[in-house]
């Protein structure tokens, strides 16, 4: 079956640092990708997504390539903010039913 | 316009108690879906609601979880009886259909004791 494997955290930064958090996959055809985030008390949202090889998805200076040939796409920030800590999902669906395989979560952690 | 919301937003109880969840999804959205999310771990899907068909279900344990979704717009996910493993969050979701963003409400915090 799909899954989906994410770096484990916490991730810790100081501001203005530079952020990758690794997520890679294993699906059968071409599945859309994405980045959701949990803020502390609310509830996921989507950051970004790509539907198909190649393509970029980016959304509040976050950015991540879906990667075909290596089954990554890994999250990247250039200049991290402390409003950004928060835990990060990476996950999968297939066009049949959207139904969202997420990986574990990465928390991140920045610091003034 | 009010987002996907969920009640209770924390649930204690002792094991063997039943205990339901409610979740009122966007207004439009006729798919809804309901994930189960442990503790350290990403949301799985328990079951997905077509307007008031559930299409995909092969994940909600049937001896003790149930779920309905009445006329399409609200809906309930049962447990009877609770146990201890059961303590996670329960997330609520709903969208467009399709590959139409899914969005997601604060969740049920459920702790059995």
């Known amino acids: 079956g799909d899954s989906v494997t994410q770096m484990e955290g916490p991730v810790t930064l100081s501001e203005e640092a530079f952020l990758t958090i690794n997520c890679t996959y294993t699906a059968t055809g071409y599945p859309s990708l994405f980045w959701y985030v949990q803020y502390p008390g609310e509830g996921l949202q989507l950051l970004l997504k790509a539907t198909k090889a190649d393509d970029k998805g980016s959304n509040k200076g976050f950015e991540a390539t879906y990667r075909k040939e290596t089954t990554s796409f890994h999250l990247e920030k250039g200049s991290v903010q402390v409003s950004d800590s928060a835990v990060y999902f990476c996950a999968l669906a297939h066009n049949a039913g959207n139904m969202l395989t997420f990986g574990g979560g990465t928390r991140l952690m920045v610091k003034p | 316009e009010a987002g996907v919301v969920q009640s209770p937003r924390y649930k204690i109880i002792e094991k063997k108690q039943p205990v339901a969840f409610w979740c009122n999804p966007i207004s439009g959205h006729n798919t809804l879906y309901w994930y189960l999310q442990n503790l350290g771990q990403g949301p799985e899907l328990l079951i997905r609601?077509?307007?008031?068909?559930?299409?995909?279900d092969s994940q909600l344990p049937k001896d003790r979880f149930s779920a309905e979704r009445l006329k399409g717009v609200d809906s309930t996910l049962k447990i009877q009886p609770a146990e201890l493993g059961d303590s996670a969050v329960y997330l609520c979701a709903s969208s467009l259909g399709g590959m139409n963003e899914q969005f997601f409400g604060p969740g049920t915090r459920l702790t059995v004791l």
């Open positions: 609601y077509e307007n008031e068909e559930a299409v995909d």
